[in-house]
């Protein structure tokens, strides 16, 4: 890159999920893209997640992130699909359900039920056991998402950066964005670490680094890092068949027999750290769920840094002040179940067409922050 090329239609700054899916419906459309990372691909929030294809407990969550998640659910069959035969690289999708522990049916879960049409099956502790017979005993009755899938969401960014190189979209990593260029009110392009990038139209998807992207630029992002720890349990393959939730902490198995366990909400800013704290808490809750994981090593533990924002709901948006501007941040514990169809409405937003929801919920607006 050097100062004053105009290497593309598109611009998007950050080389997360979020922002490898912009550029793979941007160049859908047509536009050329150029994608800036300041590290390597895919190596934030994206990687750390548990690549879970629902919010934990989904009808605890605004309408706007259910929109979101519901025709993201509906997509991800295609394009794994899709992404595979372009690569054949396998996201290992995975429909094995979500159980939520200790949980029992209400009137708010069925209605919600009945308006996303998304199967919620009561469980007792007879059945439970049938059904995953490693659950502790001490596990009452619980609620099942039959139709709730995983996703391998590292092998999903492989897939999606390979298809993209074979698109011929510019894929710059270690490439750190440290302003906007912005004349008369619109856009030109980015300065970075190895020079300006010109194009006329740029999407900040930096993650919990968005902000920093924009500040001094319009009304403040709300967006700020929060802190997840994950462990890593290797096991038999089929110890554990269903995704398992109870208390805010989960459970994801993956077929090759690696149990998933989850995950710490920590405000520490940008700190990456792992703690010894946070594997322990992580292990006894596991243990707690399955106490057959005391046979089974800890084979990795890691941390990712989440883009929280006040109500959980990304910004997916143009910027209200500066034009050719757009925002497809803020996904916080979402990103990965949310990002196709964020991808999309961002792109109808770009080209100034209607979508499949409304924009307004997840528009930024000057001095107004939305509210949990």
Not at 157 to 175: F, I, N, P, S
Not at 334 to 352: H, I
């Amino acid at each position: 890159m050097t100062a004053g090329n105009r290497s593309s239609d598109c611009i998007v700054v950050g080389g997360g999920l979020l922002g490898l899916l912009t550029a793979y419906f941007l160049v859908r459309e047509g536009l050329s893209v150029t994608v800036l990372e300041k590290g390597a691909l895919c190596r934030e929030s994206s990687w750390a997640g548990g690549g879970i294809l629902s919010p934990l407990v989904p009808w605890q969550y605004p309408d706007a992130v259910s929109e979101l998640v519901r025709w993201s659910q509906k997509l991800y069959p295609l394009l794994t699909a899709e992404l595979r035969d372009a690569t054949g690289i396998d996201s290992e999708l995975l429909r094995s359900g979500l159980l939520l522990a200790d949980c029992v049916m209400s009137a708010e879960i069925g209605a919600w039920s009945s308006r996303y049409h998304c199967p919620v099956l009561a469980v007792d502790p007879g059945d439970l056991q049938s059904l995953e017979p490693v659950l502790s005993a001490a596990v009452g009755d619980s609620l099942l998402l039959p139709d709730v899938a995983q996703i391998r969401n590292p092998r999903l960014c492989q897939a999606l950066a390979g298809a993209l190189g074979k698109q011929g979209v510019t894929l710059h990593e270690q490439a750190t964005v440290n302003g906007l260029i912005v004349q008369q009110g619109r856009v030109r392009g980015v300065s970075t670490s190895n020079g300006d990038v010109s194009a006329e139209r740029v999407v900040i998807a930096g993650g919990a680094w968005s902000s920093q992207i924009l500040a001094g630029r319009g009304p403040e992002l709300p967006v700020y890092p929060v802190r997840g720890q994950m462990i890593q349990f290797q096991t038999p393959p089929g110890l554990l068949r269903h995704m398992v939730l109870r208390d805010g902490y989960y459970l994801v198995p993956r077929r090759d027999g690696l149990i998933l366990a989850g995950s710490t909400l920590e405000y520490v800013g940008f700190n990456r750290e792992t703690t010894a704290a946070a594997r322990e808490l992580l292990a006894g809750q596991a243990l707690q769920l399955v106490p057959a994981l005391s046979e089974c090593p800890i084979v990795n533990h890691w941390s990712g840094l989440r883009p929280g924002t006040p109500a959980g709901v990304p910004y997916i948006c143009e910027h209200p002040e500066i034009e050719g501007l757009y925002l497809n941040t803020g996904h916080y514990r979402n990103g990965v179940v949310m990002a196709p169809a964020s991808a999309q409405l961002l792109v109808d937003c770009l080209l100034e067409r209607d979508s499949f929801t409304a924009f307004g919920p997840y528009r930024l607006l000057p001095g107004v922050d939305r509210q949990a």
